[in-house]
């Protein structure tokens, strides 16, 4: 009751829509329910009338019923269309929410979370709730009156064969909810199983030119291959489940029958029914019937939406861990004194990552981080923006706790450069202006100038308007990484993180890219995570980040000096060059 009860909220914006479709709902049933009746009158008057009375009461009778099923076909269109409708409406306004939730989501749920997954949810577990959203109410209430209507009209015709039926029914509706309870358990196995296979897909898909490249085509294969049997095995599961369900109910369906037949002979026998009213008796029966299968077919439509709701519920319930504070306040007028006072950090409780770190950089200076792979650098950087937050201790912008600011105002005055570098499909120009969405041209161009790709850019022959393809898979590593800098030329922060952002690159790419970078860093705090060395000797002060946090800090040249971590790295970088050369 606690989920249909937030199901039933995304109806609120449609209120009018849904009460207007349950009154069509309506329509239907009654004209449905009174055919029957209206045979029974003819047959009781004016069909025992003289013919030239019938001949002339044709027209009139013609007349009225062509004007009901007007109106019935009328209330069928508004259900069909309108309704339907709505529900695609709703399953808008619940792919809205999740996307929204999605985007509120920390970098925590996605480091926990297979993308394959969350698109599963996002995609067809919505559209089970969408045809639920618009069929279920609909049937429900068209069945129940069918089934309520007609059980009146036939205990008006004869109480003791309708009690008769009522036995049947009632040992239907005990195996209907006794099976309904395994079609749910494997409906959601459905829905975990079909997740699989979109993760397993867009998992090979992703990475298909490192599959190529290893040509382990087979492998994948097998891959799929596995979690696609599983969610076949799952499927078999429940349509040997449907299979029983629906079977045992079309037993129950021609149990109806048969107890009209011989239990209308019986009383025929005992002459306490008239063998006209058994005839309409029957019309009335396969009224009631219908709804039943309608109702039976509903079972498992509300068994599908109701797996798909619960599976986006969870998502929905998920708390943001990384979020405002209630009085948190914008970032404004940065002048890029960053501090990290005493900072702890781990991603799980049993392993430290960072232990009570310390950092101070004036504004407009820069620092370099470097060390072994798993030491923390990219963890201190992630702190910064609120990636993650820390565990104890702080960080200070310009004196203000990060975590006392907005953080849409607090990433919009950090630009990141990474090493790998996400372009989105689109043209090079709308990559740029990602930057600053609403740029100008002209914005886009200077910024391009700036990163050293506006040359390049004009030799393409749709300029800027030149198609990177999915993750910018016609550029080579250089050209994307001049666009990515070029984004944050445009947007123009006062920090800036550089994260490895030239160690895949060839050396003559690394010294245009350089060039770029340095242009980028001037007046702005910058923090820079670099494997090579050369690129870093500038810096202000060089941090070595350990297994134990900060070993060494310092410029370039006293590090050396000490002839410690650093001084190591740099031999290791540089003298087995020289002495080849």
Same mark, same amino acid.
């Given at each position: 009751?606690?989920?249909?009860?937030k199901?039933?909220?995304?109806?609120?914006?449609?209120?009018?829509?849904?009460?207007?479709?349950m009154?069509c709902?309506?329509?239907?049933?009654?004209?449905?329910?009174?055919?029957?009746?209206i045979?029974?009158?003819?047959?009781?008057?004016?069909?025992?009338?003289d013919?030239?009375t019938?001949?002339?009461?044709?027209?009139?009778?013609?007349?009225?019923?062509?004007?009901?099923?007007?109106?019935?076909?009328?209330?069928?269109y508004?259900v069909?269309?309108q309704?339907?409708?709505?529900?695609?409406?709703m399953?808008?306004?619940m792919?809205k929410e999740?996307?929204?939730?999605?985007?509120?989501?920390?970098?925590?749920?996605?480091?926990?979370?297979n993308?394959?997954?969350?698109?599963?949810r996002?995609?067809?577990?919505l559209?089970?709730i969408?045809?639920?959203?618009h069929?279920?109410p609909?049937?429900?209430?068209?069945?129940?009156?069918?089934?309520i209507?007609?059980f009146?009209?036939l205990?008006?015709?004869?109480?003791?064969?309708t009690l008769?039926?009522?036995?049947?029914?009632?040992?239907?509706?005990?195996?209907?909810l006794?099976?309904?309870k395994?079609?749910?358990a494997?409906?959601?196995e459905?829905?975990?199983?079909?997740?699989?296979?979109?993760?397993?897909?867009?998992d090979?898909?992703?990475?298909?030119r490192?599959?190529?490249?290893?040509?382990?085509?087979?492998?994948?294969?097998?891959k799929?291959?596995?979690?696609n049997?599983?969610?076949?095995?799952?499927?078999?599961?429940?349509?040997?489940?449907?299979?029983?369900f629906?079977s045992?109910?079309?037993f129950?369906?021609?149990?109806l029958?048969?107890t009209i037949?011989?239990?209308? #002979?019986?009383?025929i026998?005992?002459?306490?029914l008239?063998?006209?009213?058994? #005839?309409?008796?029957?019309?009335?029966?396969?009224?009631?019937?219908?709804?039943?299968?309608?109702?039976?077919?509903?079972t498992?439509?509300?068994?599908?939406?109701?797996?798909?709701?619960?599976?986006?519920?969870?998502?929905?319930?998920?708390?943001?861990?990384i979020?405002?504070?209630?009085?948190?306040?914008?970032?404004? *007028?940065?002048k890029?004194?960053?501090?990290?006072?005493?900072?702890?950090?781990s991603?799980?409780?049993?392993e430290?990552?960072?232990?009570?770190?310390?950092?101070?950089?004036?504004?407009?200076?820069?620092?370099a981080?470097?060390g072994p792979?798993?030491g923390?650098?990219?963890?201190?950087?992630?702190?910064?923006?609120?990636?993650?937050?820390?565990d104890?201790g702080s960080?200070t912008? *310009?004196?203000?706790?990060?975590?006392?600011?907005?953080?849409?105002?607090?990433?919009?005055?950090?630009?990141?450069?990474?090493?790998?570098?996400?372009?989105f499909?689109?043209?090079?120009?709308?990559?740029?202006?990602?930057?600053?969405p609403?740029?100008?041209?002209?914005?886009?161009?200077?910024?391009?100038?700036?990163?050293?790709?506006?040359e390049f850019?004009?030799?393409?022959p749709?300029?800027?308007d030149?198609?990177?393809?999915?993750?910018?898979?016609?550029?080579?590593?250089?050209?994307k990484?001049?666009?990515?800098? #070029?984004?944050?030329?445009l947007?123009?922060?006062?920090?800036?993180?550089?994260?490895?952002?030239?160690? #895949?690159?060839?050396n003559?790419?690394e010294?245009?890219i350089?060039?770029?970078l340095?242009?980028?860093?001037?007046?702005?705090t910058?923090?820079?995570i670099a494997?090579?060395?050369?690129?870093?000797?500038?810096?202000?002060e060089?941090?070595?980040?350990?297994?134990?946090?900060?070993?060494?800090?310092?410029?370039?040249?006293e590090?050396?000096?000490? *002839?410690?971590?650093?001084?190591?790295?740099?031999?290791?970088?540089?003298e087995?060059?020289?002495e080849?050369?």
């Amino acid at each position: 009751m606690k989920i249909m009860k937030k199901f039933i909220r995304y109806y609120r914006p449609y209120r009018k829509v849904f009460l207007f479709d349950m009154i069509c709902a309506f329509g239907i049933s009654i004209i449905d329910l009174a055919f029957p009746q209206i045979l029974n009158y003819l047959n009781a008057t004016l069909y025992l009338e003289d013919p030239q009375t019938i001949r002339r009461a044709i027209l009139v009778l013609a007349a009225g019923l062509l004007v009901m099923y007007l109106v019935r076909a009328a209330c069928k269109y508004y259900v069909s269309a309108q309704g339907h409708i709505m529900g695609a409406r709703m399953e808008r306004d619940m792919r809205k929410e999740l996307f929204d939730q999605y985007e509120r989501l920390s970098f925590s749920y996605y480091d926990k979370n297979n993308t394959g997954e969350m698109m599963s949810r996002l995609v067809s577990d919505l559209f089970d709730i969408c045809e639920f959203a618009h069929h279920g109410p609909e049937n429900v209430f068209i069945s129940l009156l069918k089934i309520i209507g007609s059980f009146v009209l036939l205990c008006w015709i004869h109480v003791p064969l309708t009690l008769l039926l009522v036995v049947v029914t009632v040992a239907m509706l005990l195996f209907s909810l006794r099976q309904n309870k395994r079609m749910q358990a494997t409906f959601m196995e459905n829905r975990r199983k079909i997740a699989g296979v979109n993760a397993s897909l867009q998992d090979t898909l992703g990475g298909i030119r490192v599959v190529k490249s290893f040509a382990n085509e087979k492998i994948e294969r097998e891959k799929f291959a596995e979690s696609n049997e599983r969610y076949l095995t799952s499927k078999i599961d429940n349509y040997h489940c449907m299979g029983w369900f629906q079977s045992g109910n079309n037993f129950f369906q021609g149990l109806l029958y048969v107890t009209i037949l011989v239990g209308g #002979a019986y009383f025929i026998a005992q002459g306490t029914l008239e063998p006209v009213a058994l #005839a309409t008796y029957a019309l009335y029966i396969n009224i009631f019937v219908t709804p039943i299968e309608v109702l039976v077919e509903f079972t498992e439509m509300l068994q599908k939406g109701y797996s798909g709701f619960k599976r986006f519920n969870e998502v929905m319930e998920t708390t943001v861990d990384i979020q405002d504070a209630p009085d948190a306040q914008e970032l404004r *007028d940065v002048k890029g004194v960053i501090d990290y006072k005493d900072v702890c950090f781990s991603y799980n409780a049993e392993e430290s990552v960072l232990d009570h770190i310390n950092i101070h950089i004036d504004a407009g200076r820069s620092i370099a981080l470097v060390g072994p792979s798993g030491g923390g650098k990219t963890t201190i950087c992630s702190l910064l923006p609120r990636f993650y937050d820390v565990d104890s201790g702080s960080i200070t912008i *310009d004196g203000k706790d990060i975590r006392s600011l907005t953080l849409e105002s607090l990433r919009q005055n950090i630009g990141i450069v990474q090493q790998d570098v996400y372009l989105f499909a689109g043209s090079i120009g709308e990559n740029i202006a990602y930057g600053k969405p609403g740029a100008t041209m002209e914005e886009i161009i200077d910024a391009a100038k700036k990163a050293n790709i506006h040359e390049f850019i004009l030799s393409l022959p749709q300029g800027y308007d030149t198609y990177v393809g999915e993750r910018g898979a016609r550029l080579s590593g250089g050209q994307k990484q001049r666009i990515s800098i #070029a984004r944050v030329f445009l947007k123009d922060p006062k920090i800036l993180i550089l994260d490895e952002a030239t160690s #895949a690159l060839d050396n003559e790419s690394e010294r245009h890219i350089q060039k770029s970078l340095e242009e980028l860093a001037k007046n702005r705090t910058s923090i820079t995570i670099a494997h090579r060395l050369s690129t870093i000797r500038g810096a202000d002060e060089i941090i070595v980040i350990g297994e134990k946090g900060i070993e060494e800090r310092g410029t370039h040249e006293e590090l050396l000096q000490l *002839d410690n971590v650093y001084a190591r790295y740099y031999r290791l970088q540089f003298e087995g060059l020289e002495e080849s050369a």
